[in-house]
């Protein structure tokens, strides 16, 4: 499978969770989304705001965290390191 | 307490000069509680309606009270009042006011006035229902029988969200014959026909051989010499055929069909690729590995954490003079910099607003 070319497509395969799980968990964060646009988020099939990026950045930092880990993935106005 | 016929309902007619002809308010008597239902706008003009209707309600001993807000198209500030009023009237006589179903507009603006914390809100609204039974479909228990019926979904949504598409089908290689299990409509089903019939066309090749078939112009394809005359005569002039692959391999297509030529550019193949992604997923089993009730579980957890987040959001809102953006930006960062969930952090918030008013309750 070629490398994805979304930040947060790499982050949800390194942090091993399924495309349902991260859905749920932006989805509890407040996006307003359907999974299959979520999927295409991921795959840069769709362009979304800042605000649901952020979502989908936090759903995946708390996952990280939950396992032991840092923060990786920044947020929108983050300076950048 | 009167005894009062249950499910009892009754419309109150009323002008019907345009904006007011939509409005509307209905009455039903449950076991426990009466829903009040409004339809339409609830501002200064008909807010007081609304208010007649329940201080009538309230004579008669009604003191429990739900307002079904799921057909109210706009909340203005007098249907705030009637609102923010109405709960503290039937507080005072020992009942209590239940908002249900209120859209996610309407709810915002509760959030931001704050009176939502002070009130109990029924029901997701119909957004988030759907929402609901779109994960429910994609991703609840995956029996045999339910399949199909997960793809047809997939087309219909496929067919539905590809600009240029005029139907989408799926076919699956199953006992060793490639057949088509969902299509959105009859003339990609005899495209697919056609292509069993002869045996050949795209998408008997993106099944076989994994990988898409593109075809922009189907007069200039000689490739399938058989079967291309049958399309055009079926009126279709451009196929994109996507191969769903799974671990062990192809195991079918998903394929869409245009009258036009050349309807398909980059985002249709990236779109197709989604769409047929999660068809595989769908054969495969793929599924969060939850039975329903668990599933249904953290659904009812995320709306949950929706309510506690978007009151959060509205306290900040007015706290900060922040947007609605700004304010959860806030929340995500102060959840990192203290090391706890988004959720914990919003939930003391909501918390850090009690105190005053109940604690003098108690004294």
Not at chain 1, 51 to 56: G, S
Not at chain 2, 187 to 204: F, I, K, S, W
């Amino acid at each position: 499978m070629p490398e994805p070319i979304d930040v947060l497509e790499r982050a949800r395969r390194d942090v091993g969770m399924s495309m349902a799980d991260l859905w749920i968990r932006y989805f509890a964060l407040g996006g307003a989304r359907t999974p299959i646009e979520v999927d295409a988020v991921l795959n840069g099939a769709l362009v979304a705001d800042v605000a649901d990026r952020d979502r989908l950045a936090v759903a995946l930092n708390e996952r990280f965290a939950e396992l032991g880990g840092d923060h990786p993935l920044p947020y929108d106005g983050d300076d950048p390191a | 307490m009167p005894i009062t016929p249950l499910f009892r309902t009754r419309r109150v007619p009323l002008r019907a000069d345009g904006r007011l002809g939509a409005f509307a308010i209905r009455i039903d008597f449950a076991e426990r509680t009466v829903v009040v239902g409004i339809r339409g706008e609830l501002d200064a003009l008909t807010a007081p309606m609304v208010r007649a209707t329940i201080d009538g309600l309230e004579e008669q001993g009604h003191t429990r009270i739900t307002l079904d807000l799921s057909t109210v198209t706009f909340l203005a500030a007098g249907g705030l009042g009637l609102i923010a009023g109405t709960a503290a009237q039937l507080r005072r006589a020992g009942g209590d006011l239940t908002l249900r179903s209120p859209s996610a507009q309407v709810l915002r603006i509760l959030d931001i006035t704050g009176i939502s914390g002070r009130l109990a809100i029924e029901d997701p609204g119909p957004l988030l229902a759907l929402h609901a039974d779109l994960v429910r479909s994609a991703w609840g228990p995956t029996r045999e029988d339910i399949v199909d019926d997960k793809l047809r979904k997939v087309v219909t949504i496929a067919a539905k969200a590809i600009v240029g598409a005029d139907g989408v089908s799926v076919s699956l290689t199953r006992g060793g014959r490639v057949k088509t299990v969902a299509a959105s409509n009859d003339t990609v089903l005899r495209m697919d026909d056609h292509q069993y019939g002869t045996g050949e066309g795209p998408c008997l090749a993106a099944a076989a051989d994994g990988v898409p078939f593109d075809i922009e112009r189907l007069g200039d394809d000689e490739r399938w010499p058989t079967f291309v005359p049958l399309a055009i005569a079926e009126g279709i002039a451009s196929i994109l055929s996507t191969p769903l692959l799974t671990d062990d391999g192809s195991i079918g297509a998903l394929n869409i069909y245009s009258s036009t030529a050349g309807a398909f550019g980059a985002h249709q193949r990236e779109l197709a690729v989604v769409f047929a992604t999660h068809a595989s997923e769908i054969v495969a089993g793929a599924d969060l590995g939850l039975s329903e009730d668990e599933l249904d579980e953290r659904i009812a957890d995320a709306l949950q954490s929706r309510t506690v987040l978007a009151l959060a959001q509205g306290i900040l809102m007015a706290r900060s003079q922040v947007s609605a953006d700004q304010a959860s930006a806030l929340l995500h960062r102060a959840a990192r910099d203290e090391g706890t969930s988004t959720l914990r952090q919003a939930s003391e918030v909501v918390a850090s607003t009690r105190g005053p008013t109940e604690d003098a309750d108690h004294a």
